[in-house]
């Protein structure tokens, strides 16, 4: 039998960036403030990211389900999504990150969808990390618009290979860290088809306290896992 991938550092890590909303309210501000802070530390982790040599980094900043919430704390995150665009896209270019945005995003305003489509133009030359900002993003929303793209193929046609083509992270290899912050531990319909066989992380950090330590902290806890996708251990293998 083959000897078992050892995990040092992982391709694809992706995070729930969670607790911006209890780092305000901890601090008796209102929620925005901690939306705002969390922009910061979103730099943060890219840089760190960049820094450990990780290719695809994939963050979770708006849920399909949190349209959901009071309409001003969602045009603040709207209102902080394009002011984040039109300063951070430069340092991004410059810096070798791709990005993407990844979602339902016929919902956004006009002007922010056209940010959006600049940024990444902008950025598709660039390969040393891949940032993808999952937005009116949901796990489920990304398995029914794949299932209706293949839905008029014949049906033997539908393997997993072409499935995952169909998936909006279609360019990314599956997610082999994913962290959580905010001490809460669930997936909340973020990559159900790529987290397959993600190592879990939960981090008690609220998202605007994360940094470059934590995000370390992540890596050196990844780097002792054994994956083993199903199979048996290497040593009881051997
Ligand atoms: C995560 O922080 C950011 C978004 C979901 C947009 P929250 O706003 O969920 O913060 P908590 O969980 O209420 O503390
Ligand atoms: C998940 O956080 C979504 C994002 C971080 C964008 P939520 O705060 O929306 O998740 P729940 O409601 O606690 O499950
Ligand atoms: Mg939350």
């Known amino acids: 039998m083959d000897a078992l991938p050892i995990p040092a550092i992982p391709q694809h890590v992706a995070i729930v960036m969670d607790g911006n909303g209890r780092w305000a309210t901890a601090r008796h501000l209102p929620r925005v403030a901690g939306h705002n802070r969390g922009v910061d530390a979103v730099r943060k982790t890219v840089e760190a990211a960049g ?52 979602g339902d995003l016929a919902a956004f305003a006009p002007r922010l969808r056209e940010l959006i489509g ?38 033997d046609e539908v393997t997993e290979a072409e499935f995952a083509r169909h998936l909006s992270l279609a360019f990314a290899p599956d997610c082999d860290l994913l962290i959580r912050t905010g001490g809460e531990q669930r997936i909340s319909n973020f990559l159900l088809w790529q987290a397959a066989y993600a190592e879990l992380y939960f981090s008690e950090a609220l998202w605007p306290d994360f940094d470059a330590l934590d995000f370390d902290a992540a890596l050196a806890w990844y780097a002792t896992r054994e994956r083993r996708f199903g199979r048996v251990r290497a040593r009881a293998a051997a």
Not at 65 to 92: C, G, K, Y
Not at 127 to 155: E, F, K, N, S
């Open 118 to 155: 600049e940024a990444e133009r902008r950025t598709a030359g660039n390969d040393r990390l891949h940032l993808t900002v999952c937005a009116a993003y949901g796990g489920r929303w990304d398995i029914v618009q794949a299932a209706r793209a293949l839905a008029q193929r014949p049906a």
């Open 51 to 102: 820094k450990r040599a990780v290719r695809y980094l994939t963050l979770f900043a708006f849920s399909s389900e949190n349209w959901q919430r009071p309409a001003d704390e969602v045009s603040t995150l709207m209102r902080l999504f394009v002011a984040a665009l039109e300063r951070e896209v430069d340092a991004l270019e410059k810096n070798g990150v791709r990005l993407r945005v990844v």
